[in-house]
């Protein structure tokens, strides 16, 4: 390992990769992310891109002599992974698309390479599937230029340590803006413990108990259709459920034009679309944040100096959601406008559906299953690949009653691989 800082080598035996909390990302809602999982998965990414505070890992064949190799190109290949879960390299281009080089969870073979040119220096996607400790093994290989004989280096291992966020599921927690001596920060505060928190290091968690059924009435069309499921991090206390408010309590009175600033939703990853809104005394919504209808200059809330109210936060689909937010004002004095940084703040919604489970069926064919909620329907999709094909409905849509659900899929004589899931739909 070279330590470009210090200009200095490491053997990769003395050295930690250390992913901290704030790597966590959902999987992308894109299918040519696929090979990660399910959109809205966890997924711990050390970044091809270089932020602050984020290990910069990159792959380097600076030390290798020019004309050595065939193609002036050697391999790095994964040849071992140890840890809790899997293990993924990948580079993104210009217009988000991914590479795949390594993907331990469909096994590691000769297909688990990444090409390094010789003199070049490149950065990729780390990609870890838990937290936890791991340890990956690498081998280096050529074919030697003129003769053709294969060279490999000795198998080495890098141990990587993937750091778990602070997970809040109860309590009362605030996103707390702060304005002091001309600075901004946006922040959460345990009010419980008294204490700071950074947005890097916390993941709001919205329990399975927060799912709904949007209400039938227009009003919430914001949400989705009648009957549909929605996550709601409500605005009344509920016991169980994360009582998440906006508090302006650290920004000065005076400072700012009417004694208030906005807090903007600038950007939303995830499995799908977030709200934020109140609920009147005569149950009407007022929206703030609607990333359903695109998100601009409306998605807005204002914060009160002072201030410290509760709304719910809505989610269409459980799975990891990321939510850039940013703090203004105009200033008392001169009418100057000012803005934070944008923050990301980690949210996480636990879903009430099983994952299927999948068993030899008596004809020889595979038996799918899984447990279902009465008033709710369900439709089996298969697919071959996750090369950018579409889903595929597998027969018709079924009604869950609350028991089990199987499915005989047969045997296909292709030799092809099929991937299967399911969607839910909520008829309450």
């Given at each position: 390992m070279l330590d470009e800082v210090n200009e200095r080598e490491i053997e990769a035996?003395?050295?930690?990769?250390?992913?901290?909390?704030?790597?966590?990302?959902?999987?992308?809602?894109?299918?040519?992310?696929?090979?990660?999982?399910?959109?809205?998965?966890?997924?711990?990414?050390?970044?091809?891109?270089?932020?602050?505070?984020?290990?910069?890992?990159?792959?380097?064949?600076?030390?290798?002599?020019?004309?050595?190799?065939?193609?002036?190109?050697?391999?790095?290949?994964?040849?071992?992974?140890?840890?809790?879960?899997?293990?993924?390299?990948?580079?993104?281009?210009?217009?988000?698309?991914?590479?795949?080089?390594?993907?331990?969870?469909?096994?590691?073979?000769?297909?688990?390479?990444?090409?390094?040119?010789?003199?070049?220096?490149?950065?990729?996607?780390?990609?870890?599937?838990?937290?936890?400790?791991?340890?990956?093994?690498?081998?280096?290989?050529?074919?030697?230029?003129?003769?053709?004989?294969?060279?490999?280096?000795?198998?080495?291992?890098?141990?990587?340590?993937?750091?778990?966020?602070?997970?809040?599921?109860?309590?009362?927690?605030?996103?707390?803006?702060?304005?002091?001596?001309?600075?901004?920060?946006?922040?959460?505060?345990?009010?419980?413990?008294?204490?700071?928190?950074?947005?890097?290091?916390?993941?709001l968690q919205g329990v399975s108990a927060t799912r709904e059924s949007v209400p039938?009435?227009?009003?919430?069309?914001?949400?989705?259709?009648?009957?549909?499921?929605?996550?709601?991090?409500?605005?009344?206390?509920?016991?169980?459920?994360?009582?998440?408010?906006?508090?302006?309590?650290?920004?000065?009175?005076?400072?700012?034009?009417?004694?208030?600033?906005?807090?903007?939703?600038?950007?939303?990853?995830?499995?799908?679309?977030?709200?934020?809104?109140?609920?009147?005394?005569?149950?009407?919504?007022?929206?703030?944040?609607?990333?359903?209808?695109?998100?601009?200059?409306?998605?807005?809330?204002?914060?009160?100096?002072?201030?410290?109210?509760?709304?719910?936060?809505?989610?269409?689909?459980?799975?990891?959601?990321?939510?850039?937010?940013?703090?203004?004002g105009q200033l008392q004095d001169g009418g100057v406008a000012t803005q934070s940084?944008?923050?990301?703040?980690?949210?996480?919604?636990?879903?009430?559906?099983?994952?299927?489970?999948?068993?030899?069926?008596?004809?020889?064919?595979?038996?799918?299953?899984?447990?279902?909620?009465?008033?709710?329907?369900?439709?089996?999709?298969?697919?071959?690949?996750?090369?950018?094909?579409?889903?595929?409905?597998?027969?018709?849509?079924?009604?869950?009653?609350?028991?089990?659900?199987?499915?005989?899929?047969?045997?296909?004589?292709?030799?092809?691989?099929?991937?299967?899931?399911?969607?839910?739909?909520?008829?309450?």
């Open positions: 035996s003395d050295g930690i990769l250390t992913g901290g909390s704030s790597t966590l990302e959902p999987v992308p809602n894109d299918p040519s992310f696929g090979f990660l999982g399910s959109p809205g998965d966890r997924i711990f990414i050390l970044p091809q891109d270089e932020r602050e505070g984020v290990l910069f890992l990159g792959i380097a064949g600076d030390e290798i002599p020019a004309g050595e190799f065939e193609n002036d190109s050697v391999g790095l290949n994964l040849v071992g992974v140890k840890g809790p879960g899997n293990v993924y390299l990948y580079a993104t281009d210009e217009f988000g698309s991914p590479s795949a080089f390594y993907n331990s969870a469909n096994g590691i073979g000769e297909d688990d390479v990444f090409p390094v040119k010789v003199g070049g220096h490149s950065h990729q996607n780390w990609g870890f599937s838990a937290a936890g400790e791991y340890e990956v093994t690498l081998q280096a290989s050529g074919v030697k230029a003129g003769g053709g004989e294969t060279l490999k280096s000795e198998a080495v291992s890098f141990f990587f340590e993937v750091i778990e966020p602070e997970v809040f599921s109860t309590g009362e927690l605030d996103m707390e803006v702060v304005y002091e001596d001309g600075e901004w920060e946006l922040a959460l505060l345990d009010e419980a413990n008294e204490r700071e928190v950074e947005p890097g290091e916390a993941l039938d009435d227009a009003s919430f069309g914001f949400l989705g259709s009648a009957g549909d499921s929605v996550w709601v991090l409500p605005q009344e206390e509920t016991e169980g459920v994360l009582f998440l408010g906006i508090a302006g309590d650290e920004i000065p009175s005076g400072v700012f034009e009417n004694d208030s600033v906005a807090l903007s939703l600038v950007s939303v990853r995830g499995p799908g679309k977030v709200s934020l809104y109140a609920v009147d005394e005569f149950g009407s919504p007022n929206v703030f944040f609607n990333s359903a209808d695109g998100i601009d200059s409306s998605d807005v809330f204002p914060v009160k100096v002072g201030g410290h109210s509760h709304q719910n936060w809505g989610f269409t689909a459980p799975g990891v959601y990321k939510l850039g937010l940013q703090a203004s940084e944008v923050v990301e703040f980690a949210v996480e919604i636990e879903s009430t559906r099983a994952g299927l489970s999948i068993s030899r069926g008596a004809d020889g064919g595979f038996l799918l299953s899984w447990p279902t909620t009465a008033g709710s329907t369900y439709q089996l999709e298969s697919i071959g690949a996750f090369d950018g094909s579409e889903w595929g409905a597998e027969g018709q849509p079924i009604s869950g009653d609350g028991g089990v659900i199987e499915v005989v899929v047969p045997v296909g004589l292709d030799g092809e691989s099929k991937f299967f899931r399911y969607r839910e739909s909520s008829l309450e």
